[in-house]
């Protein structure tokens, strides 16, 4: 556990991580708030923007036709009589002047040779003949106009040609316009237009040649097929003629700038978190650094305390296993003793009777002997189980018990209880061996105790291991329910006071729970009590 010094320098510590916690948390949520909006906002706009520019794409498409058809159809073509040249000029002119967006209309004979020809460039409009040569072959059909789209240095060209009646020829007026400034910019997006085979015809910030280099094979496919609609959240298309469309992209220049800016930000202010939080740290902890040195001080006292109280339960339980070995030991020893009295009588009777023969007096040392020793066998098996461990070893549950039954043989056979023991299967457990065997002899004991208290007539004890787990039942008639959940608590017994200290269960349970790790636990079966250890 740690003292209170420790827990100063962890109470600082805490104030600097939670400050730092805190920041990052609040950095990233703003992050990824700020990305949710920004794409929040750019999904609401953009379908509106590229309406926008839909709506000026094709008011001046539709304003180009109309001028074409009417230059075609103006009077001073649909006549009998040749029209003069010089009023040609002057309508072409009154035209170029009037829309700013056109830059040349020629007109061209039936033979597709160019008769007049008006350019506009720097506002000054310059009118001539030209050699240039029409290809009329496409144009020869019943409709009134023919229109073409080309890009052309971010602009895009718009050319109509519409057949009209001089005289009694036919001739072709052409009108070509070059709009410009109809992508409306902004911060909130990227622009490509594009061709149908995915050729990008101008981006205001991608430097490539084809959506392939932008994008990757899947997106790239869907942009193509798509004439209006999102592609993903931050991709947009839109179709502004059969051959040419727009591909609207989220600005992340703009979002990677402000992330870029919002991690510097939280590397500042994780810095000014530091400061500020170690004086706050050694400020706040002072109070606490009191109550938590106090408490420091009462739990020691209580765990000492504690220690104590389970060094005298421990001792007390030893004088009791003590106490218990005594009499088992008086147990071994009343039938050796008694073939010792038998021994030296029938030595004593021999003797008046003159039969004191050498044989006769090896024969009563060796029997002597052989009692005798036993009885010190009985010692040595009694201090060895007894014996405290210093250091954990491996063993085997099954050893134990045969160890323990060998020693309560004689108890065992005085209160005529038969012991069954049946192995299932057999495991090694690490820890102390003496303790292990004070928690079985204490089960066993008491086993015998309630079986001779309550005079069972056919007294049965039954021992199954198997691996780690050890059963043993007995055919008392169980513990009685009023006291079950009170059989494990210290100085609690059912046996008078001269009999019992009520401490063998208590330090049976807290050895296989604390020094074992393992389970202690008991139930009633149909025949008695069944006592489950479980290392």
């Given amino acids: 556990m740690k003292n209170s010094n420790d827990f100063k320098f962890d109470l600082t510590f805490a104030f600097v991580i939670f400050a730092f916690v805190i920041i990052v948390i609040t950095t990233y949520t703003s992050i990824y708030m700020f990305t949710n909006l920004t794409t929040k906002q750019f999904k609401d706009k953009i379908q509106l923007v590229a309406q926008n520019m839909y709506n000026n794409y094709k008011s001046k498409e539709k304003t180009i036709k109309n001028t074409t058809l009417a230059i075609a159809k103006n009077d001073i073509f649909n006549t009998s009589f040749t029209p003069n040249i010089n009023i040609i000029k002057s309508v072409f002119k009154t035209m170029l002047y009037a829309n700013s967006d056109l830059r040349e209309i020629n007109y061209y004979n039936s033979y597709g040779k160019n008769m007049i020809s008006c350019d506009k460039k720097n506002g000054a409009i310059f009118c001539k003949n030209s050699n240039k040569m029409l290809n009329i072959k496409n144009l020869k059909s019943d409709k009134n106009l023919f229109f073409l789209e080309k890009f052309k240095k971010n602009a895009v060209e718009f050319i109509a040609f519409s057949p009209t009646k001089i005289g009694n020829t036919t001739g072709f007026i052409e009108v070509k316009a070059l709009i410009k400034n109809f992508f409306i910019k902004n911060n909130l997006y990227n622009l490509i237009f594009f061709d149908k085979k995915g050729n990008i015809l101008y981006s205001n910030l991608y430097n490539a040649k084809t959506l392939n280099d932008i994008f990757n094979y899947f997106i790239t496919d869907e942009i193509l097929k798509t004439k209006n609609g999102f592609i993903t959240d931050n991709i947009f298309v839109k179709s502004f003629s059969p051959n040419m469309r727009i591909v609207f992209t989220q600005n992340q220049t703009l979002i990677n700038k402000t992330n870029d800016l919002s991690k510097k930000l939280t590397v500042f202010m994780i810095i ?6 170690i004086p706050l740290g050694v400020f706040f902890s002072k109070p606490l650094y009191q109550f938590y040195k106090e408490l420091d001080k009462r739990v020691n006292e209580e765990i000492e305390k504690r220690r104590q109280k389970e060094q005298l339960l421990m001792q007390q339980s030893k004088l009791a296993a003590l106490g218990e070995m005594l009499g088992n030991i008086a147990h071994q020893w009343r039938h050796p003793l008694t073939r010792l009295s038998l021994i030296i009588q029938n030595f004593e009777l021999a003797a008046k009777k003159n039969r004191l023969t050498p ?78 065997a004070q928690v079985v002899l204490n089960i066993i004991n008491n086993a015998i105790d309630v079986l001779k208290e309550r005079d069972i007539k056919n007294k049965k004890i039954d021992i199954r291991i198997d691996s780690s787990k050890i059963e043993i039942e007995d055919n008392a008639e169980g513990i009685p329910e009023d006291i079950q959940d009170k059989i494990f608590e210290p100085y609690f017994t059912t046996k008078f006071q001269s009999q019992g200290t009520g401490i063998g269960l208590y330090m049976s349970k807290i050895i296989i729970t604390q020094h074992f790790n393992g389970e202690f636990f008991a139930y009633n079966s149909k025949e008695g009590a069944v006592f489950v250890i479980k290392v």
Avoid: C, H, W
């Fill in 272 to 277: 000014l978190s530091v400061f500020l939080a």
């Fill in 359 to 436: 044989e006769y007096i090896e024969k009563f040392k060796n029997n002597a002997s052989l009692q005798i020793k036993y009885m010190s066998d009985t010692i040595d098996d009694f201090s060895n189980f007894f014996r405290q461990d210093t250091k954990k070893v491996d063993f085997y549950p099954k050893d134990i018990i045969k160890d323990t039954l060998n020693l309560l043989e004689g108890r065992l056979k005085q209160n005529r209880v038969e012991v069954k023991v049946d192995i299932l299967n057999s495991k090694k457990v690490k820890g102390y061996k003496s303790e292990f």
